[in-house]
């Protein structure tokens, strides 16, 4: 059974840091692409940054420069390190995985990140 299981979102004060996780499980994680993607309520979910199995890495505009995509594959784990965060970074985030042999995609259950003015 794949499984994606994320942590690290909660309440931090605008200009500070998260870091968020998400650990894989039931796939061969360093096969697949990984990402991450954030919603708003009444909004459709959206990308924020992807990692490809071979490495490239691609960012939302909008977080350029303050966040960082990274994986481990030797723990099955890609992260997401938020800096300087913003009000607008208010949103539930969402681990996903794109399997490489059937393409179907995984999704985690979301984790809220609180930006607090």
């Known amino acids: 059974q794949v499984q994606l299981v994320e942590s690290g979102g909660g309440l931090v004060q605008a200009g500070g840091s998260l870091r968020l996780s998400c650990v894989a499980s039931?796939?061969?994680?360093?096969?697949?692409?990984m990402g991450w993607f954030g919603q708003s309520p009444g909004k459709q979910r959206e990308l924020v940054a992807l990692i490809a199995s071979g490495g490239s890495i691609i960012y939302a505009d909008t977080v350029k420069g303050g966040f960082t995509i990274s994986r481990d594959n030797a723990k099955d784990t890609v992260y997401l390190q938020m800096n300087s965060l913003k009000n607008e970074d208010t949103d539930v985030y969402y681990c996903k995985q794109k399997r490489k042999y059937d393409e179907i995609n995984d999704w985690g259950k979301g984790n809220l990140v609180t930006v607090a003015s």
């Open positions: 039931g796939s061969i994680f360093s096969i697949n692409d």
